[in-house]
Each structure stands twice: as C-alpha cells, then as structure tokens.
C-alpha cells in the first residue's frame, strides 16, 4: 500500500451520516464497506464489534478508528463516513467522533493491518487534514482531500 486513497472503496466514502449511537454509525460503515468489498456485512460489524469490546478506538480530536480483521480479503480495504451530528466512540478525549475511517485487512497477514492503521493514524493525527475532511464538500471533496496529502506525506 503506498497511498492511503488506494485502501479507501468510493462507494464507502460517506459524507454525511447520521447516527443515534456507536452501534448504529459501526452498523452504517460496516455494511457500506462490506458491499463495496464483496463481504458479508454481519461478518463484518461482528468483527468490528468484537475488536471494539477489547478498547474503544475513538482517537481523540473527533477522530475513530476502528478496524478488524476480516476472511476474504487480499489487501486492506477502507471506508470513511463524516457523522452529524458526532457520535461518541469512547474517545480519548471524551469528545464525540464526526470523522470515521473504517479499516479491514486480510485476517492471515497482520503486518499489512499494522502498516495500513499506522498510515491511516498518521493521516488523521493532522490538524490540517482533519479541518479539510471537516470542510469538503460530498463525496468528490472527501476523496479530493485523501488523494492530495498522500501525494506528499512520505512517512
């Protein structure tokens, strides 16, 4: 994986997504991401719930991350979805999550999991990027702001 916008399915980019609760806005990610992978969506939310039950992956800064494991899978596979309003992932912080980047990887190759997480981390960690993920607009802006600092973030 060299660009983190290779990892992310168009049709699972969502801009604006409402969710009552944590349950719900996984639900929503999960069954968009399963669809654009060809995987079955249960399969997927119980991965991801189950990865969720060990600790929460609510970042901090409005940012989760959550992520599993999943069978079928030959490279990692991404969604992002923007929640309005936020959603509380059991944040660091305690600061509700409005920008959330799903991540899948193959369940027999864990260094490409813990490569693909690392980048997509480093991704969100930036002040800058978070504000332009928060500020773009559909689904066209979303992608424009993945593609433009993987073209320039060499670490």
Known sequence: MTDLIEVLAPSAILPKVHASSKRQALQTVCDALAEAAGLD????????????RLAGTGMGEGVAIPHARAAGLKHPIGAFARFDPPVDFDSLDGRPCDLVFLLLAPADRGADHLKALAKVSRFLRKPE??????????????IAVFEQPSKSDAA
């Open 41 to 52: 969506a249960r399969s997927v939310f119980d991965a991801v719930q189950l990865r969720e």
């Open 129 to 142: 990027v978070r504000e332009r993920l928060r500020n773009a607009r559909g689904q066209d802006g979303l």
